[in-house]
């Protein structure tokens, strides 16, 4: 009989332990509760900007946030925020709408003023700006972190009491000292200077700009003729000569040749080529376009 009562009387010694426990812990701290009524003036992720007047409050909104009618508001919709301050943060949990709009209207931005006068400059319309709040830094937390039950009573002020002050005795000015009047003494009137007669403006002569003549480098020869045909690494050029025949002419060309302008000639086109002679062959250092 006794293995049998033994798991209930562990249960019940448990259900006890846990009742006591209960009973001894401290009540839980309510959550305080506060609300901000005013415009949806911008809209983000995770947050949400309010306008009440002349004051601008940023709202966190997330997926515990219960928004009536089920939807995010508008923006220049009115609404009232229910919110809880966590570490200066006010954390929305509820956004109802005091002007629900119905489904089947879709949601646009507010007309401009009746008042708007229109015209053709390109000017700058000054209009009131609502710049959020900035952020509180400090040694010390603020009374929106720091106090559980904010807004709390303003302090009185205490007025300061004026203490007596003693008379003060006028006293003489003192008398400013006697100025002697200076006679000013005669100057000399200036010696006229010789008028001198205008030069003609001498203009610097011109200088000629002349062109560098093209220096030919030392172990390079060059031919002029016509492109015949292009390959990836060569080039057929036909050379004719005054009063002889046509000759054909290879030259190789790679990545030091250079080309002018910054590409590879098209077939029928006229090009000179400064070429150098390597064991036979010969490697093409500049390609110019002629014609």
Request: contains cysteine.
């Amino acid at each position: 009989m006794y293995g049998k009562h033994l798991p209930a009387s562990h249960l019940a010694l448990a259900a006890s332990i846990f009742v006591l426990i209960f009973a001894m812990a401290a009540p839980v701290q309510a959550e305080r509760i506060c609300t901000f009524k005013g415009v949806v003036t911008d809209q983000g992720w995770r947050t949400m900007q309010v306008r009440s007047g002349a004051e601008c409050a940023t709202v966190n909104v997330g997926w515990k946030t219960k928004f009536i009618p089920n939807r995010r508001p508008c923006i220049g919709e009115r609404v009232a925020v229910d919110f809880a301050l966590s570490e200066g943060y006010m954390k929305a949990t509820k956004v109802v709408s005091l002007s629900p709009i119905p489904g089947d209207v879709s949601c646009y931005p507010p007309p401009p003023p009746g008042s708007s006068v229109c015209r053709t400059e390109e000017t700058a319309a000054k209009e009131e700006v609502c710049t959020p709040p900035k952020p509180v830094c400090s040694r010390t937390p603020p009374p929106h972190v720091s106090d559980r039950y904010w807004p709390g009573k303003k302090k009185e002020v205490t007025a300061k009491k004026e203490e007596p002050t003693e008379p003060v005795t006028p006293t003489k000015p003192p008398t400013p000292p006697k100025r002697v009047a200076k006679v000013p003494t005669p100057k000399e009137a200036p010696k006229a200077k010789p008028k001198e007669e205008p030069r003609e403006a001498v203009k610097p002569p011109k200088e000629e700009v002349r062109e560098p003549a093209p220096v030919e480098e030392k172990g390079f020869k060059s031919l002029t003729g016509e492109v015949v045909a292009t390959s990836p690494k060569s080039l057929s050029i036909r050379v004719t000569e005054e009063g002889g025949a046509a000759d054909l002419v290879n030259v190789n060309v790679g990545l030091k040749t250079k080309f002018e302008p910054f590409r590879r000639p098209a077939v029928g086109e006229k090009v000179k080529v400064n070429y150098r002679e390597e064991n036979g062959g010969k490697f093409g250092y500049t390609v110019k376009v002629v014609q």
